[in-house]
C-alpha cells in the first residue's frame, strides 16, 4: 500500500498530511494510524490535509469509512478539519455521515479554511455529548 504520513504539531492542533495512492484500505490505515498518534500524543484538535491520487472512492466505501471511523473514535475529538478539494459533491455526504454518527468534523476544500473553523471550535462542545452521555461544560 503506497501511503506516506506526516504529522506536524502546531499550537492548538495536529496536522496531519496524508499522500498515495486512494484506496478504502488506505484511508482506513491512516485513520487508525492517526487516531494512535493523537493519543499519543493528547491531541483532540486536528487538520488532515489529505492528498491522494487515483479514482474517488464509490459512496458505499465513503459510508463505511466515514460510520466506521466515528464510531471508532467516538469522544477522543473535539474537531476534526478534513481537506480534500478532490471530494467534490462526496464531501457533504460523508461530512453528513460522520456528524450523524458524533464526530465533530467538517470538511473543507482549503487549509486556510479548515484553520480557521477548526481554531474557531469551543472545547468540549460538540455532537459527541449526546452520543456518550457527558454532560456539556456549565451543566450540573
Avoid at 504539531?9 to 498518534?37: C, H, I, P, W
Avoid at 456528524?99 to 484553520?115: H, K, L, S, T, W
Amino acid at each position: 500500500m503506497d501511503l506516506r504520513i506526516e504529522y506536524e504539531d502546531r499550537q492548538a492542533y495536529l496536522k496531519v498530511t496524508v499522500a498515495g495512492t486512494n484506496s478504502r484500505e488506505a484511508v482506513m490505515a491512516y485513520f487508525a494510524d492517526l487516531r494512535e498518534e493523537c493519543l499519543r500524543r493528547h491531541r483532540s484538535r486536528v487538520l488532515i490535509e489529505e492528498r491522494l491520487d487515483g479514482p474517488r472512492l464509490d459512496v458505499m466505501d465513503v459510508f463505511t469509512i466515514a460510520s466506521e471511523g466515528s464510531i471508532n473514535a467516538l469522544g477522543e475529538f473535539d474537531a476534526i478539519a478534513y481537506v480534500d478539494s478532490r471530494m467534490g459533491s462526496m464531501a457533504e455526504f460523508a461530512e453528513t455521515v460522520a456528524v450523524n454518527r458524533g464526530m465533530p468534523v467538517a470538511i473543507f476544500n482549503n487549509v486556510d479554511d479548515a484553520e480557521r473553523w477548526l481554531l474557531e471550535q469551543k472545547p468540549g462542545v460538540g455532537q459527541q455529548d449526546i452520543f456518550i452521555g457527558q454532560p456539556k461544560k456549565g451543566d450540573s
